[in-house]
């Protein structure tokens, strides 16, 4: 381990699945040496698709994290998976690194996913990269693509390299001007119809493994040139005057720092060509990762934070050696053979074999028996981990997603600022096949959550039914997958019941004397409270007003724990409560009979009579879904989606002939739509929906829903 944290690079690969990302980083590894040969996805055998499921279905599931040095750089490559349904697994693991590498299909284009990504980089403040890849396909269009990537994401997209010779290789526009300027005059001479010199510099070829000369595809590697080197010395003034003034040509050396600066401010957007196939563009992006993209010190700070809720205050974080230790779990697998791996950045500090840590605010530290470099499924163990570097730790239990590491109690509190997650909204209810699994079942799906921020598991009581909630189709079918293939619990599944919501429309007061008196001691207590509806989306608030200790302090979560227990069953046809504010006013307590199962059932029971005042209406949850289609299929899907309730916004053309549909559809009208859009779309159709709001349901709905409820709450 000869490297120090100027020396190490953490990049992670997204961008729409199918882009190459698997590929791209198998064609690195071999071009710096790390394996013997390349693998594919056809045969199933590359560094970072190695899980047997991943396999089969040929993307990526879970990121992988794989790592190899180059000249004396060491390089972190994390590869994401594209499709939409893993998108909480991808976004949890940009918290590792300072540069995102967005792998753009030179065929397919951008899609939203593309921007979406986008999006969260720029919200993060890491730094991008974009790659164009596949541009040996035949029906690849950088030209077009580049042209896209400016449109949505602004003129800051300058490439670093131009494709060339149809594709079959890249030429350099950035490091090596001296050749871009002759390559140019190659250029020129082929368009002006003279012949090119024969003493010919522009050789520096996409693979070095050839020598022709480079003809680019599109533009001109001068103009591509000037036109990043005038985008990076608008961040240096001296620098600027050098170039401007005396039109100096500038080293790339020189261009470091405002380089470096230009991507953690969100001045440059470096685009680079690539084919993962073929391995044009390889070394050049190799080159790339190691002299422009930041190292540690480099990249903008980690936003951590100490301190909860509103009291949250941003707290500095270096990459120093010295300090004391701060590292991030940014991924948890659980292996039924080697155990628990959490996968963390260290951030501040050496983390050593042997040493101690407090996971987040626990009192008692953990010892940290084995560190281990990934590489892919394998793993190697090194002694220590600098600040800066990405490792995994095994065998821990009490290590969790998001928990922060550390080695003094100074640093107690201390987190990463929240990533917002897409809330999972497609559920399947479960049940296992054998009677007297539910005790396994429970413990597989808790492990499944645990691995992924996009797993919800929610049981209704009410219907005695365990629902698994996930992004899409897929990403059930492969949680269930796993359930029985890793875990060997067999499971039944059927449609679940959709996740209504109750809610209140006016305000109203609620009073309950609970006082029982059988034998011996009695139990007493007496609550007032009053409730209001809050805005949607809001969740619930319980508020204490109570003066004079009418209630005293100590029973006070009494009462809001009777208060929660309605919450979650529902008062008007058995769904949890949202979006009401409970205050608690006024009460009686008794010196002796006063006890807490008094205060939880007098809370319970005024805060159903307010219920039953405050006009309860139950809602739906509603989502904006986005549709892909062949063009010609969008007014079939625009038709078939009017059937359903659903409020069109809008439809956008894409290239290929191909056109989105964006909706907001109840979730009850679209729980079984991918059969439908199948059919409609004759397999070319993908859609995603992520939850856009709640709202009432129409009173039929309410009315039907409201009576399936009413026997089973009677007989209570
Ligand atoms: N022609 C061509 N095909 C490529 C290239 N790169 C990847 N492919 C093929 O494209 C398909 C998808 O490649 P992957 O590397 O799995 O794509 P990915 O981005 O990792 O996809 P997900 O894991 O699903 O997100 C595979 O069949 C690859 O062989 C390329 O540069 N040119
Ligand atoms: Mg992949």
Redesign the pocket.
Known sequence: MGYTTQGIRNIAFV?S????????LESLLLEAGAIRSKG???RGGTVS?FDPQEKRL???LDPAICCFDFNSTHINVI?T???PDFLGRTLSVLEAVEAVAI?VSAVNGIDTLTQRLMEFIRERGLCPLVVI??I??RDARPAAVLDELRAAFGPECLPLNLPANQGEAVADSFFTPAVAVTNNAVRDAATSGHAAPTRSPATATSNGRASVPLTPDFSSISAAHTQIVDQVVELDEDLMALYLEQGAELSPEQLHNPFERALREGHLIPVCF?????GAGIPELLRILDQLMPNPTEGNPPPFLKGAGENARRVEVTPDPDKHVIAHVFKTTIDPYVGKLGILRVHQGTLRQGSQLFVGDARKPIKIAHILKLMGKDTAEVPRAIPGDICAISKIEELHLDAVLHDSHDEDQYHLKPVAFPPPMLGVAIEPERRGDEQRLADTLHKLMAEDPCVRIEHHAALNETVIYGMGELHLRVLLERMTERYGVHIKTHPPSVPYRETITRPAEGHCRHKKQTGGAGQFGEVYLRIEALGRGAGFEFVDEVVGGAIPGQFIPAVEKGVRQVLSEGALAGFPIQDVRVTVYDGKHHPVDSKEVAFTSAGRKAFLEALQKANPIVLEPVMRVEITAPSSSIGDITGDLATRRARINGNTALPNHRATVQALVPLAEISEYQLRLKALTGGEGAYAMELSHYDPVPVRRQQQLVQAWRPRADAD
């Open positions: 961008g699945a199918g882009g190459g990302k698997t590929l791209l594919s996805l056809q698709d040929q993307h990526s590869d998976p594209g499709y792998v890849n596949k040996d396909s690539a084919s993962a196939q073929s």
